[in-house]
DNA sequence: CGTTCTGATGAAACTCGGTATCATCTTAGG
DNA sequence: CCTAAGATGATACCGAGTTTCATCAGAACG
């Protein structure tokens, strides 16, 4: 703790004088210049000036891609929700930074777009994985590159808003509600739409009967 | 036709450099140059260099946002459909600029950046009017995000496969395709998942009277 | 016809982000 | 003690984007 990294020094003067002076105004000189440092080292640790405000994102899309990977036939789904989950706990693992880096990114233009930028390789990730998952069912194109958008869009819904109240509340429950309700939209659009199915029973049937080849079918397919 | 308009010059010079000799290796002296102007006047014309290649995004980010709004109390389907079908005329209506830009684009990281900035604009005028069409009904928020990007997502894949072929079919007839599906998942997302339906009969109820029935629930609520 | 005003262009200087190069310093290891 | 390697600083350079001023063409007006 008596000397923090060079690179936490560098992102802490960066955050600090974008937070006092603005974005445009803070050249990387003066970065430097807080942290101690020369222009030169700046950009030995940071590839640019905003590299600074968005340090891990490497990291962090790593950590997904090993999740999605890590997962195996008929447990895809648990591996989307996982690895939502991971990226959303990064941020709530650091609030401080990530609502300092809210506020930022909301004014500043140059921000916003390097933000969305980086928002497009996580869907990229999951559009890659939902894509073999789905592939060779119909339209499994169209539907992985929906339900990743939906996916990502779903992350960035309730990490926008717990980021808005201030990282107050508990941002999981949300973000399963959401996942679900994403899950439970794509999964059901797997059976075409207007296919119609019909059920017959003998009326002879037991209701005993009944309710157990309903329980069969429904759970057929799936592990849980 | 004689004398071409600075800007029109202006477009094509940066375009065939671009191609020629590579996005980071053209300067903007070039491209002044090739168009027969100075560097000043490039940059009265466009606010930066990429500018050149996305000349006309705040012209069409009007139309959709004008369609948008034209829209009154429950065509909101047909605003959305419209809008996006807009856009993707006016790719198709200059399909050898969009090949062009679209083989740019994809060797060049800054304009790929540039482009999703763009999207994400459209994505934002989309999610803003169905959030207002949706709003009061549960997850309101959540379920504009989510169809917004999906929306969106589905008008890109669509472009992206027409540009893939080298615009040789017609893309209208995908996008139609795809647009239905996103408004039936969305449409039959509004009424909860887990809810239970059980539709009973007197056993002495003729088939033409329960026939009636269903057809009567069918089209009850839809006017088509 | 000449004057004047305006809008468009060009020229030049400047800031700053980003890269490359070289010198200097530190430090581990023999 | 010496040396080699890695980290840092200093400097020069390129190019995007901004600003300012000069110039020039043409329209308006007397």
Redesign the interface.
């Known amino acids: 703790m008596a000397t923090p990294s060079i690179s936490h020094r560098l992102a802490e003067a960066a955050v600090a004088l974008f937070d006092e002076n603005g974005y445009d105004e803070t050249t990387v000189d003066d970065i430097a210049a807080r942290a101690g440092v020369s222009r030169s080292t700046f950009f030995r640790y940071y590839r640019s000036k905003d590299d600074a405000v968005f340090p891990d994102h490497d990291t962090l899309l790593a950590a997904v891609d090993a999740r999605l990977r890590a997962s195996t036939a008929g447990t895809a789904i648990a591996a989307v929700t996982d690895a939502v989950r991971i990226v959303l706990t990064h941020y709530v693992e650091d609030a401080d930074v990530s609502l300092r880096r809210y506020r930022l990114v909301g004014r500043v233009p140059a921000l916003?777009?390097?933000e969305?930028?980086s928002v497009?390789r996580y869907q990229r990730l999951f559009r890659e994985f939902i894509g073999t998952w789905m592939a060779g069912t119909p339209?499994a194109?169209?539907?992985a590159?929906?339900m990743?958008?939906?996916v990502?869009?779903?992350h960035?819904?309730v990490l926008r808003g717990w980021l808005r109240a201030g990282g107050a509340h508990d941002p999981f429950g949300p973000l399963d509600h959401?996942l679900r309700?994403?899950i439970?939209?794509?999964q059901?659009?797997e059976q075409p739409?207007d296919q119609i199915v019909v059920a017959a029973f003998p009326s002879s049937a037991s209701p005993q009967a009944v309710m157990e080849a309903v329980r069969l079918h429904l759970t057929g397919g799936e592990r849980r």
Chains 1, 2 share one sequence.
Do not use: H
Request: proline letters at 0%; hydrophobic letters at 50%; zero cysteines.
């Open positions: 916003r777009a390097r969305i930028a497009a339209d194109d169209l539907r590159e929906l990743s958008a939906s990502v869009a779903a960035n819904q959401a309700y994403v439970a939209t794509f059901y659009a739409k």
